[in-house]
């Protein structure tokens, strides 16, 4: 059974930081890509970046770039996403998820590739 635990949500002032992690357990995560999406009320989830668990390679949407950063610790199967300059317009539900192989550009971006979620983490950026 694969595990992902979202934590590190909360409410933060506009142009504030916050760090989510998420935690995996019940399997090894050497050939997984960890990606986070948002989806925010009355919005499609969509994603803002992703990491691969072996090698790093990062990518993030237009609107996370410059601000967002995923970052990873193997030893602690643990992924991070370090959020700074928050905007209002960045108050959704944060989710976490792994899958398998994913490695295009084209294909991190899109939720049905991956395998398995976590419960979600609120976030709210006030004006």
């Known amino acids: 059974q694969v595990q992902l635990v979202e934590s590190g949500g909360g409410l933060v002032q506009a142009g504030g930081s916050l760090r989510l992690s998420c935690a995996a357990s019940?399997?090894?995560?050497?050939?997984?890509?960890v990606g986070w999406f948002r989806q925010a009320p009355g919005k499609e989830r969509e994603f803002v970046a992703s990491i691969a668990w072996s090698g790093g390679t990062t990518y993030a949407a237009d609107s996370a770039k410059g601000r967002f950063t995923a970052s990873r610790d193997n030893a602690r199967n643990t992924v991070y996403l370090q959020m700074n300059s928050l905007k209002p317009e960045d108050t959704a539900v944060y989710y976490c998820a792994a899958g398998r192989y994913i490695q295009s550009p084209v294909l991190v971006v899109k939720s049905d590739e991956y395998d398995y979620w976590g419960q979600g983490t609120q976030v709210t950026v006030s004006s």
């Open positions: 019940g399997r090894t995560f050497s050939s997984y890509t």
